[in-house]
């Protein structure tokens, strides 16, 4: 552990700052004090000695800033470090603070101020804690719809996981089903379709499955309206997906999910024979294959 420093970047600073932290190129955890950690894509995260997140940034951003003013890598990642040391509080003090205030609405607002100092780390987590501890808080309907909104920031920002997207549906779905007239049901139909439905096959086709069950005659007058919100937006996203393929050419980035948004089974499939599937878009693009060769089956 005190050579880790200085295998990342040789430099006496390094070596200096590794007999004050621990530093994990790993991201197993350190065995004391402050830890460091590396993350893919040169994330730091520093967790202080009781395993508690302090302090997360784009690493190469922040050394990015210290160099243009003139300091050199090594004590540049110094400054990063101490400075991120002295955050004067951690996630889970923000959690638990959530917590011990039933929910307030001030102890929300400093919860998500810590999670954009953490640029955004730690969103999914937080999302699961409000939703495991809402009964908890004076109001555990609001509390759920945070975890959500959350949870949906995370998608649009951080997360590409099939599994991340589909839960995120569910989740949304579940919550406007049990509480149509909340004060947060437009905002999370919109969170449905711009994230949750981000890399859907057919995104009107799926609004309408979703909005068949609340345009019953036998749904609420709010569930009805939240139907002809979401068919209005999936409609609005998949006309906006028809625009931009009239500009793009073949080999444009976005231009498959734009096919696959807008349900284009024949055009979605030549596009996905000419592409190689990587990593997390296997399952999206597994997915994508699957719906438009079943609309195929169903046209013959």
């Not at 307030?104 to 969103?123: C, I, N, P």
């Not at 699961?128 to 808080?137: C, G, V, W, Y």
């Not at 109001?139 to 920002?157: F, K, M, N, Q, W």
């Amino acid at each position: 552990m005190k050579d880790a420093g200085a295998v990342l970047l040789p430099s006496q600073q390094l070596i200096d700052l590794s007999e004050r932290y621990a530093i994990c190129l790993s991201g197993k955890t350190a065995p004391a004090g402050y830890d460091i950690r590396y993350r893919q894509f040169y994330w730091l995260l520093l967790f202080d000695p009781d395993g508690e997140l302090r302090h997360a940034c784009a690493l190469g951003e922040a050394l990015s800033a210290g160099v243009e003013r003139g300091l050199g890598v090594a004590d540049a990642f110094v400054e990063v470090v101490d400075a991120a040391a002295k955050k004067p509080s951690t996630l889970q003090q923000a959690q638990r603070n959530y917590v011990s205030s039933a929910g307030s609405a001030d102890a929300f607002t400093a919860l998500r101020e810590k999670l954009m100092d953490l640029q955004r780390v730690g969103q999914l987590q937080t999302a699961d804690m409000l939703a495991k501890t809402a009964a908890a808080t004076e109001d555990p309907v609001r509390s759920v719809a945070r975890g959500l909104i959350l949870e949906a920031d995370a998608c649009s920002h951080q997360v590409i996981a099939h599994a991340s997207f589909a839960r995120l549906r569910d989740g949304i779905q579940r919550f406007l089903s049990r509480h149509p007239d909340h004060d947060e049901a437009d905002g999370l139909v919109d969170l449905l379709v711009e994230v949750g439905m981000k890399y859907s096959f057919d995104v009107a086709g799926r609004c309408r499955e979703f909005a068949a069950p609340w345009r019953a005659t036998s749904a609420s007058p709010a569930q009805q309206r939240l139907a002809a919100r979401l068919v209005a937006r999936g409609d609005a996203t998949a006309a906006a997906s028809r625009e931009r393929l009239e500009s793009m050419k073949p080999d444009d980035y976005d231009r498959l999910r734009c096919l696959a948004v807008c349900g284009e089974a024949s055009a979605t499939l030549d596009a996905l024979a000419a592409t190689k599937s990587f990593g997390v878009f296997r399952p999206i693009h597994a997915e994508w294959r699957a719906a438009a060769e079943q609309r195929l089956r169903r046209k013959r």
